[in-house]
Structures are given as C-alpha cells and as structure tokens.
C-alpha cells in the first residue's frame, strides 16, 4: 500500500512537470513574441538577434518534453483522463515549438526591416501582438484550469486577429501601389503580420485540444464539418 | 473502557475468596475424613478384640444382641473361611468370605481393615476381622462392618455449611470490590475528564484530588504539565499573532510555497501587487500563477545553489511592474520538508522616481543649453565680424538678450521651484478676494490677449467668496495658468474663468480654454519638471517646462490642489482648489502671519 501511494504520488509530479514544462515553452514564446514587438518599435537589434539565438531553447524543451510524454505513456500506461493529457501535452508542444520558429521568424524580419526608414508608426502589429500573446496565454490557463470557456473566447478572439490581418493587408496594398519603392518594406510588415496570424492559428488549436482533453470531444475543424 | 475498574476488581476478590475456601474445604474434608475413619476402626476393632474373648458358643447365641449393642453387623467366621453366623442374613447364603482383604489381614496380623462398596448392601461399608485364637492355632474371625454413612453425613454437613461460607464470600468480596473500586475510580474518573477537557483545548484551572497515594501524586503532575504546557501555548500564539500581524501588514508581497512547490500562503500585499485573492493563487505552482520565465528561472536558480536569491523581475501582461523578488529557503522540520519563501518588493515607485531624476538632469542641461548655444553662437559671429554691420549687431544682441532672459527666466523658475520644495519661501496666507488677484492678472496679460484676439469670459466678480491664500503667489499660479492657456488656444480662441465652491470649505476657480488640448495619458505626468506634452511646440513659445510643477507645488503649499481635464482638440479646463476663507480665522490668521513675517 505504501508502495503504491508513492509511485502514485511519484506519477503526480510527473504530471504536474508535463503543466509545468508547457506552461514555462508557453511563457517563453510570449516573452519572444513581446520582445519582437519591442525589438520592432524601438528598432532594437540587439534584441531582435537574441529572440533568433534563443528559439534553440523552445526547440530543446519540445524535444525533452515529448520524450517525457511518451516514457510516461509507456511506463505508467495512464488511462482515460491521463492518457487524454499527455497526448495532448505531445501536441501542444509541438505547437508551441512552431510559435517559437514564427517568433523567430518574424524577429528576423524585424532586423531586416530596422535598415529601412519606417512608412508609417505601428499601431496594428503591436495590437495583434497584445492580442496573440492574450491567445497563448488563455489557452494555456484553459490547459491549466480546465477551464472551456477561455478556449471559447480564443476561438473568438481568432477571429479579431484575421481580420486585423486582412485590414493590413489591404492597407499595405494602397501603400504599394501609391509606392513602388515601398514594396519590399511592405511585403516584410506583411510576412510578420502573416506569422502572427498563424501564431493565432496555432493558439486555438491548443484552446481546441484542451477542449477534447478536458471533455473527450473534438472540436477541432468544426467548420468543416 | 469496557471493562470497568469495579468488574476487575470484584472477579479478582471474588476468585481469591473463591480459590482459599475451596483449598481449604478439601484439606479439611480429607483430614477429617481419615480421623473419622480411624476413630470408627479403632473402636470397632476393640470391639471386635472384646467379642473376641467369649468362647464361639457365646458368640452365636448373642450374635445379634452383640451386633445390636455394638452398632454393626456382626459376622463369624471360620478358621477355613466359611460364614458360622451372620447377624443380618443366613450364613449359609453367604459365600468363603476367606480371601476378603481384612481376614486376609487378620489372618496374618491378628488384626484387619478395609473399606469398600458393598454390593449386597448398596452402601459404602468398613470392615474389621479379628483373629480369634492364636496364629498358630486359628479357630475363627471376628468380622464387623458398619456403614460409613455416619462419617459422610458428618462430612457433608461440613461440606454444606463451607457451601454457605462461599457465597458470604462471594458476596462480601462484591461488597469490598464496590468500595475499593468506588475509592479508586472517583479521581481517576475525574483526572480522565480534566484531560478530556484539556484534549479539547479548554485549558483552565486546575485539578483537585485529596488523596496522597500515586494518584494525588499523578494529579498534581498533570496540573504541573498544564501549566507549562498553557504557558507555551500563549506565548507560541502571542509569536503566531505577532508573525501573523507582520506578515498581513507588509507592503511586500509575500508567498509560502509547500514541499510540492505549489502556494501555501500569501499575504494581503500579495494580492495587492497581483489583483489575485489569495484563494485563488494557493494550490497553484509559480508558473501556473504567474506565466513568468525570469521568475521561473530565478525558481531554479534558488533550487540549485539554496542560497537567497534576488533579482529584479517585470511581471504582468497589460501593465507590468518592476517588482524585486527575493527567494529564500525556510527549512522545515524534516530534512526533505523545504518549504520556499518570495518577497516580491513593488518597484515601480521607485523607479518612477529614478526616472523623474535622471529626466530633470537630462533637462535641465538640454534647457540651458539651448539658449547658450544661441548666446555662444552669435557671440562668435559678431566676432567674426558681423560686429561692423550695426543693424545685424543690434538684431543678434537683441537675440543674445532674449536668450540671456530665458536663460534667467529658467534660473529664477528653478530657484523658486526648489525654494518652495524645500519649504524655505514663506507663504503669507490673508484673506484675498479672486477678483482683485485676477484683475492684476488680467492686466499683465491684456497685451497678448488682444495680440491672439482671444476672448476673455470671466465670471467671477466681487461676489465671489474671498479665498485664503498669499496674494502674490495666487498672483503667480494665475498668471502661469493663465499663460498657458493663451498659448495652447489658438487665434481667436476663447478662454473662460468661473468659481464654484468645492469640496467642504474649498473654492474652485476654473480657467476653460478652446485650446489644443493634452491626450488623457499624459495628464498624471504634468506635474513633473520640465515635463511638456508636445516637445518641440512648448519651446518654440518660450516656455522653460516648469510653470504647471510651480503651480503645483504653490498649490499644494495653499492647502489646495490642483485639477486637470481636457479632451484632445477641444480644450483642457484646470480647476484650482483653493480654501476658502472664514472670519473665524482673522485672529488665528493673524498670529500665522506674524510668525511667517519673522521666518525669512
């Protein structure tokens, strides 16, 4: 009996490391994507090269964590609840990786776009960046909480962000045809406002997966179906 | 305590007495019995020996009357074994009786015994056979027998009456058990409910018990551990209100986490800084609190090299604070039990001040600088020659000049400002009249008045309840205010002044512009020097960035404040709060005025 109490206590901690682990990756894209936007609007270098150097960081702890998930699957063989966390834990990882790469990505566009002169103040891109952050954070406290809810209102907030994304859109549009000169500055702004549109993307799948976590159905591609 | 103490008691009693008086039964039984039998031989024996001594003849004619006389049943015997005469029934049905073991005895012995079941007579039988004749020449036996049943009434009789004495003993053994147990229990009962009472936490008084043996003893003892043990108590919950007061009351915030690493504790401070009840953060893990890498790093920092650490920390998503957090080990009663301590210290305040600082220098030398690089700039030129041309010379000294002025407007600005910092300008608070204090305002500025074409809308007018406060600086702040306002309104603008009385006992004079307006972000920052909300724009009209920090502090100084409202295009209306004055004050006023003259 005490034995058992104690790898049961043991298999507890484990779990708890798995939510500790995808919350840290979730803060750290945050923090990547929050220095982006800074690294943008003070056109800090320094800054933006260090979001680049420490994506490898992300990659590492996605790399442990699914090994971890996957000899916890193995040695423990969870069932039901359990089972449904650790392999959504697998995915989430996964996609917190990705947000990683996008939040490198886009900081080296930053550091292109820093020898340009600016062709107008940002205002939307720190905005889809507030609002992405909010995301990745909401559906990680949806994982935390196992709280539907929030998913729901990633879900909505998705929405803002593509249409955010397809206001920008246009306006660099009538940038690029008053300016041909402008095209190559407006093309960069329109890649970071793509990539953080997919960041939003891979945030509701998250909010999607703590939905079938937490009550065992898919929500995912409803509008397909 | 199912089996009570009395129960206890009474079977121990009741089992002693028991056991004595069954012990002594038997060996009273057995040796009485034998006695009894011995006297019953023996006397039958010297029976036997006197019948002995008749010739045979006698014997069985009187066999009966001697049998009648002796009490048993008489038999002769021949020497061959054969029944001669039996008292009791015919001789000739009665079988050799030779090998029975008393004539056996007798037989050799002259003499014999024994005793045992008779068949014939359904009863326990003693018999004596005595030899008659010599042994050499045996001619018969003497044989008696009589019933044992004499002795064994006797004995159960004996028997009976210890029977009886059983049940006295039984009886009074209850008896002493009830009261021994009644004697023993009544202090222990009370001793079990006094640390009843003391289990429950209800520590109070003592115990009470009389006797001297081990149990007075052991309550005494318990009375003594009680003591202590409530000393110990009050003086660790005097500790535990004390730490508890400490730890509610500090503005830091702090969080306990458990062995598991999750919140076991926060304070009031720590909800303060993080809007979360403490009902929610606990149970959680740092991450899961607060989604911050640097604090999580810091977390496992600690973890590794369990030394304090420290380190400055921005938390929070839409308005982060500096907060410096200090981790630090509190270590548990077991070796493994380490419970974690976070001081999270509130830092903006101070470094909102740091940043005020470093601003004011670095204004303060952009400030002069400027109009000295004009001075030195045109210094050089007319060296350089432009000193031949007069016209050009008169128009730089007049540049010089507005510059050498600014630079004296900033110097007396910044005097005045640290004088009233500092507390070291006297005010010389007196009954003032708004309207008095305006006029003279209105006159220094007419000329640029008309110069914009403003309008000028004042209501207020002798009606106006007189305020308390020193003429001159009232002088100052409405010309700051007022200056401003023309500035920022553009031709043609219009500017309001108005009173209204306040809060309790303040007056509040509004000067209403249509000017360009602040953005609502700014206004909380106004008050800082040098501060200006459109750089470039505020210089260009000559203005040294610390008029509204002046007003400010005057303000302050007057026992009023200072209120700012504007919408971005349309206008910004300041509302200063002045006391109002009371006649009840002219004495009181009086002797703060003399005491103000005397200050320097």
């Known amino acids: 009996m005490e034995e058992k109490r104690h790898t049961s206590a043991e298999y507890e901690r484990e779990l708890q490391e798995i939510k500790d682990r995808l919350l840290y990756m979730g ?14 609007l003070e056109r800090n270098a320094e800054l933006a090269e260090m979001i680049v150097r420490e994506d490898d960081k992300l990659d ?12 916890l ?14 392999t959504t834990a697998i995915k989430i990882t996964g996609h917190l990786e990705r947000i990683g790469d996008m939040a490198a990505n886009i900081a080296e566009k930053v550091l292109i776009l820093n020898d340009f002169p600016q062709i ?17 954070r909401k559906s990680l406290d949806a994982l935390v ?19 955010i994304n397809d206001q920008l859109f246009r306006e660099l549009l009538t940038f690029m045809m008053e300016d041909p000169r402008k095209i190559q500055v407006c093309l960069y702004i329109m890649q970071i406002s793509k990539s953080l549109e997919r960041i939003a993307d891979h945030a509701e799948s998250i909010a999607d997966m703590v939905v079938y976590m937490v009550t065992g159905k898919s929500v995912r591609h409803k509008s397909f179906s | 305590m199912k089996i009570r103490l009395f129960y206890k008691l009474f079977i121990a009693f009741a089992a002693i007495g028991f056991l004595t008086t069954l012990i002594t039964e038997f060996l009273i039984e057995r040796h009485l019995r034998s006695g009894l039998v011995r006297q019953v031989e023996m006397e039958m024996i010297s029976e036997a020996d006197i019948i002995a001594l008749m010739p045979m003849e006698k014997i069985m004619e009187q066999g009966v009357a001697l049998s009648e006389r002796t009490r048993s049943r008489l038999t002769l015997i021949d020497f061959t074994g054969r029944v001669i005469k039996d008292s009791e029934s015919h001789a000739a049905d009665l079988d050799n009786h030779l090998n029975r073991p008393e004539i056996q005895q007798a037989r050799l012995k002259g003499k014999g015994s024994s005793s045992r079941y008779s068949q014939s007579l359904q009863a326990e039988m003693f018999y004596v056979a005595v030899l008659i004749g010599d042994q050499k020449q045996p001619k018969g036996y003497i044989r008696l027998s009589r019933s044992l049943q004499e002795v064994n009434n006797s004995i159960s009789a004996l028997r009976k009456s210890i029977m009886q004495g059983l049940f006295l003993v039984v009886f009074l053994s209850l008896l002493i058990a009830l009261l021994f147990s009644f004697g023993m229990i009544s202090p222990i009962r009370k001793l079990a409910a006094f640390t009843e009472k003391i289990r429950t936490g209800k520590i109070s008084g003592q115990i009470r018990i009389q006797s001297r043996d081990e149990i007075g003893k052991l309550a005494d003892n318990i009375n003594e551990m009680v003591e202590v043990l409530y000393e110990k108590i009050r003086k660790a919950d005097e500790e535990k209100r004390k730490l508890e007061a400490v730890f509610a009351g500090m503005s830091e915030g702090v969080a306990v986490l458990d062995t598991e690493d999750r919140i076991e504790s926060v304070n009031r401070g720590m909800e303060e800084l993080t809007g979360q009840t403490a009902a929610n953060m606990t149970g959680m893990t740092i991450l899961e609190a607060f989604r911050n890498v640097e604090l999580h790093d810091l977390l496992e920092r600690f973890r590794k090299t369990e030394t304090i650490v420290c380190r400055e920390i921005l938390l929070g998503e839409d308005r982060p604070v500096t907060m410096d957090v200090t981790i630090s080990g509190m270590r548990g009663e077991t070796s ?11 830092m903006t305040r101070l470094k909102m001040l740091e940043r005020i600082r470093t601003d004011f220098v670095a204004n303060v030398t952009h400030e002069i600088r400027t109009p000295l690089t004009a001075i030195l700039g045109f210094v050089e030129t007319l060296e350089q020659g432009a000193v031949d041309d007069k016209s050009k010379t008169l128009e730089f000294l007049q540049i010089i000049r507005d510059n050498a002025l600014r630079l004296n407007r900033l110097v007396d600005d910044l005097l005045i400002l640290s004088g009233i910092e500092m507390g070291e300008i006297g005010l010389h608070p007196e009954r003032v009249t708004p309207v008095e204090a305006l006029e003279r305002v209105l006159l220094l500025v007419e000329a640029r008045i008309s110069e914009k074409k403003l309008k000028i809308l004042n209501e207020i007018n002798e009606k106006t309840s007189a305020i308390r406060a020193d003429k001159d600086r009232l002088v100052q702040i409405l010309i700051n205010i007022l200056d401003n306002a023309i500035k920022f309104t553009p031709f043609g603008g219009e500017i309001a002044v108005s009173a209204s009385p306040g809060a309790e006992g ?28 459109d750089k470039t724009r505020s210089r260009e009209m000559g203005g040294t960035g610390l008029g509204l920090s002046i007003v400010k502090h005057l303000m302050k100084a007057h026992g009023g404040w200072i209120g700012i409202d504007s919408t971005l295009g349309h206008g910004t209306t300041v509302s200063l709060h002045f006391p109002i004055f009371r006649d009840s004050e002219l004495c009181m006023l009086q002797g703060t005025i003399e005491e103000n003259r005397i200050a320097p």
């Open chain 1, 27 to 40: 803060a750290l894209t945050e923090k990547a994507l929050e220095n982006g936007s800074v690294a943008l």
């Open chain 1, 60 to 71: 590492q702890l996605d790399v442990a964590l699914e090994e971890k998930c996957i000899r």
């Open chain 1, 73 to 86: 699957l193995a040695l423990r063989q969870p069932a039901a609840r359990d089972l449904r966390f650790i």
């Open chain 1, 120 to 136: 107008k103040p940002y205002v939307d891109l720190p905005r889809m960046v507030g609002i992405v952050r909010g995301m990745i």
């Open chain 1, 145 to 163: 909480r196992e709280d539907i809810e929030l998913s729901r209102q990633v879900r909505e907030e998705d929405t803002v962000i593509d249409q």
């Open chain 2, 336 to 346: 493994n039990g380490r419970k974690t301590i976070l001081v999270f210290h509130d």
């Open chain 2, 506 to 533: 303040f007056l509040i004079i509004r000067i209403t512009d249509t000017g360009v307006g602040i953005p609502k972000g700014e206004i909380p920052r106004l008050g800082e020097r040098f501060y200006r909300v």
